[in-house]
């Protein structure tokens, strides 16, 4: 499948062999818990994807990042959802040094390591909106002497036992009557008070590690705490804005590579009547164009609504379609391979997680229909 091709040698010149190596364990094996895909993503510079050069990393522009994606989403479903999540994180922070923001000697020196010790990050902030949930938050922090204290968990959260770093989003509590603070913690994974524990169960997606991280009195130097300010108060909107805009065009991406492998071998071995190939192609290529041509339309650091609203409006154009090309496609491949091998009824039905990725459709619905009508995305 020639778009597909074009996404594998992308893939490819960014991260050499990796493909080959994914592909050379069985399928199974790479989806479930303990797959050894996390691994070889990291070993492969996986972690430095979107990073700038200045740091080490590849600086993929969007095109090519969404490129990468639809490959590995071709071989691993729990691949991509897993690293997602980390270049959302990654995302967020280096959208901080790009805005010229305030670096804490802390923060530049892990900003610096990412790429060179390959280090994996997750985040433990919903990829909803910033201010959802604060007065109620899933991570609380007391501030200390020399940094904070903090206790919560994050469940599900995908890369937990392969994770060096984790980004969670918290709420600063200073005492009785005082509004809490929104901020970011960078909390390492080998940190006293970190755990991790079995949550996730369905078989699908098992290897993305989407399990319980709590935290129980974890302290945080004050360096690794990200802080809004007075003279910066949208700070911490606008990296969560950049990383959500990141996140929704790559998960998308993802499983989109999923549904693109299940229409290729429809193809290869030309299943069905032409005009049904032909159909199921044109739609599986309409939902790539989409999602490219968003990517094309992003800048490196986007963050406006326009950005949002456009990533919102193909992540559910593309959600919608995937079940139904998914479908029409193990049909078309018949019984035999249905009955004989797991592989293709798995891939099918992981596609359908991108609809339990937030925010939900019911969820954007009120924020879309605002801004088609003129008004604001996210209202203060």
Known sequence: MRSLDTARSVCERIHPWLLKELEQSPYLERERPGSPAIDLFRMHGGVGLLVPGRYGG????????????????SVSPS????????????AMLYSLAAKGGRLADEQSALLHRIVPDRLVLTSGWAQGRTAQNVHEPAVVARPVEGGFLLSGAKKPCSLSRS???LAASVAIHRGKGSEPEPALALVAADAPGLS????????LLGGAESDEVRLTDVFVPSGLMVRAGADDPTRLDALHST??????????????GGAMWLVEQVLDHQRGAAAERATLAVDME???????????ATAPAPGDED?????????????????DIASRALELLGGMPFICDSEQAQVAAA???????????????????????????WPA
């Open 58 to 73: 590849h600086e993929a522009d969007p095109l090519d990042a969404l490129r990468v994606q639809l490959a590995l989403g």
């Open 79 to 90: 691949l991509v959802t897993a690293v997602s999540m980390h270049h959302y994180a990654v």
């Open 163 to 165: 994770m060096k770093l």
């Open 196 to 203: 991790v524990h079995s949550f996730w169960t369905n078989a």
């Open 243 to 256: 990383g959500f805009v990141w996140f929704q065009m790559l998960i998308s991406a993802g499983y989109a």
């Open 286 to 296: 309409a939902a790539v164009a989409l999602l490219e041509g968003v990517a094309r």
């Open 307 to 323: 950005s949002m609203a456009r990533v919102l409006v193909a992540r559910y154009t593309v959600q919608k379609a995937l079940p």
């Open 351 to 377: 596609v359908r997680a991108l609809a339990f990725h937030p925010p939900s459709r019911l969820a954007g619905a009120e924020p879309l229909l605002r801004y088609f009508d003129g008004g604001s995305l």
